[in-house]
């Protein structure tokens, strides 16, 4: 699927469309959702290259940032103290094919938690900086249930203020992860809720 979205040099809607209809079952969208959804990601620019980039962005809200978020305000409404982050930093050593808008991908964090920095060579002083504070953070949260600790900066607890942590190059608060985003998506499921299948009704017949 991501090799055909990499290949649309001329990404517009009606592209756009046919790779939403083409993929919508593995995405877990109906047919119905896709216009909305291509007026929501794509409407911000004429930009063909920038269109593919948006659509990149969508598959990353609906496989990993809606359900993120989601899933931390129930664990907040249960009241489990939840801390929730955006990790933005490019390593070094990724592979030269992933795309340069691309800073932080999947699993990235993973690298700083284990202190990859420190094994591969090349690794700046920024860089390694940026795994250790990372690592004292989940050392934090392992012993502690909470990542904050002295010399490190400030992570607030997920709330009703829905705070988090942007971690990368400049490691600093925000709030409302994806808001808008999950505000979109939530509206658009309530509207276009999922189709069961009903299994075909068998008349049972008794014999005497």
């Known amino acids: 699927m991501m090799e055909d979205l990499h290949s649309q040099d001329k990404m517009n809607e009606k592209m756009a469309s046919f790779f939403l209809k083409r993929f ?40 990993l940032c809606i359900p993120s978020v989601t899933f931390s305000r129930s664990l907040r409404d249960a009241g489990v103290p939840t801390y929730m982050y955006e990790f933005q930093y490019r390593p070094s050593f990724v592979s030269d094919q ?12 993973i690298f700083s938690v284990f202190g990859t920095p420190f094994l591969k060579e090349g690794a700046s002083e920024e860089e390694t900086n940026l795994s250790k504070m990372v690592m004292k953070f989940w050392a934090n949260f392992a012993r502690n249930g909470n990542p904050n600790g002295e010399g490190l900066p400030h992570w607030p607890e997920y709330d009703q203020m829905e705070g988090y942590l942007q971690i990368g190059a400049t490691t600093q608060q925000a709030q409302r992860l994806k808001g808008e985003e ?9 509207n276009n809720p999922p189709q069961t299948e009903h299994p075909e009704h068998t008349e049972h017949t008794e014999h005497k």
């Open 98 to 109: 992933r795309p340069q808008t691309i800073q932080g991908d999947h699993g990235d964090e």
């Open 182 to 190: 999950v505000a979109f998506w939530n509206e658009l499921l309530v």
């Open 24 to 63: 919508h079952s593995k995405l877990n969208i109906a047919e119905s959702m896709i216009p909305a959804i291509i007026e929501k990601y794509l409407k911000g620019t004429v930009d063909p290259s920038k269109k593919g980039d948006l659509l990149l962005d969508m598959l990353g809200d609906i496989f």
